[in-house]
């Protein structure tokens, strides 16, 4: 089932910049060789013991392997970009002065909430926001970019996710939108509402962690951008952030996958178990940016080398799929058992 909304919002990220923030760049290529200092706590991205990231039967750990194809597949690969190849988002080290990827701050038990607000109001959770001192903003604190802050609450298992966040002189923050995910159930946003996210989806819940690929298994999907997007949205997105009516272009929340006859045995380990998930989990399309865009949490665990062999995947490996069969209810995001 097609959503369509009225409210757009365009650009490469989730809201209109607010007016104090300059308009966000195009996300740059990863560097090839491991660089400076770690920039994020090694280990701060694992799902706490009985705070597991969103249930088992949460959309994002559905397997989609077996699903059918969705039938306009050909189309939206196409306008994604057949030929573009897979670019992880994340990496070791830093660029242009910030961690590469969207960090993790993990917050401590106790943490005091903080007043935050928010240009978009209306779509926003109201908040406090437990938003430690040195919490993590992509690109560093001096980006001109994105700038989201994501927090992991494992004490109370939720995770606050902000876009275009600014700390204030007072200890307030200000930001374009933010959203509250309770990571113990299935429930959506409001059909129509942004998050951190274009699509109105949890940001936490798609980013590729180091700890996990270590482990050897993903069991989600990952956070995916396309160049164009439709101005609607398929469940579980919530939210559109395009004027286009080209029924080419995708709409927020397309589930895409790799190929099961890729053939992905010569990757280096790190890149392996990433495509693995893309085959099994798949892909959401969550917000506007460059081409089969991944993202990904820093660490200096990296291999940067490792990850830009995902390169050699292209569009043309992947396939768009109907999650239509999963479904419970347009307003939930568990998933039919069996």
Not at 53 to 78: E, G, K, Q, T
Not at 82 to 88: E, I, R
Not at 240 to 262: E, F
Not at 309 to 331: I, P, R
Request: charged letters at 15%; one cysteine or more.
């Amino acid at each position: 089932m097609v959503l369509t909304v009225m409210m757009t919002l365009p650009g490469c990220s989730s809201a209109p910049v607010p007016a104090a923030a300059p308009t966000p760049p195009a996300s740059p290529p990863a560097p090839t060789t491991v660089p400076a200092a770690p920039t994020t706590a090694p280990g701060a991205t694992v799902a706490a013991a009985g705070c597991h990231i969103f249930p088992p039967d949460n959309v994002w750990h559905a397997d989609v392997s077996r699903l059918p194809v969705h039938r306009d597949s050909a189309a939206y690969i196409a306008s994604i970009g057949t030929g573009k190849g897979v670019h992880a988002d994340f990496g070791a080290g830093l660029w242009e002065g910030g961690p590469i990827g969207i960090p993790i701050t993990t917050v401590p038990g106790g943490q005091a909430g903080v007043k935050v607000s928010f240009q978009y109001a209306s779509e926003s959770d109201r908040g406090p926001y437990p938003i430690p001192r040195g919490a993590l903003v992509e690109g560093g604190p001096n980006s001109q970019g994105d700038r989201h802050v994501i927090l992991y609450d494992t004490a109370a298992c939720r995770a606050y996710e902000l876009y275009a966040a600014y700390p204030n002189s007072d200890g307030s923050w200000r930001a374009g939108s933010g959203a509250v995910f309770d990571l113990r159930g299935n429930g959506l946003r409001a059909r129509g509402a942004t998050s951190a996210d274009a699509a109105g989806l949890s940001i936490l819940a798609g980013l590729v962690r180091y700890d996990e690929v270590a482990s050897g298994r993903i069991d989600h999907a990952i956070r995916v951008t396309a160049p164009r997007t439709r101005n609607a949205y398929v469940w579980p997105a919530r939210h559109a952030a395009s004027s286009a009516t080209d029924a080419a272009l995708p709409p927020m929340g397309l589930r895409l996958r790799l190929k099961s006859t890729v053939d992905i045995s010569r990757l280096p380990k790190q890149a392996r178990v990433v495509a693995e998930a893309m085959k099994t989990y798949g892909l959401i399309l969550a917000d506007n940016g460059s081409a089969w865009y991944i993202s990904g949490a820093p660490d200096d665990r990296w291999s940067n080398d490792a990850l830009h062999s995902l390169g050699g995947l292209t569009g043309a490996n992947f396939e768009a799929v109907d999650t239509s069969g999963l479904m419970v209810s347009a307003d939930s995001a568990a998933v039919r058992s069996g």
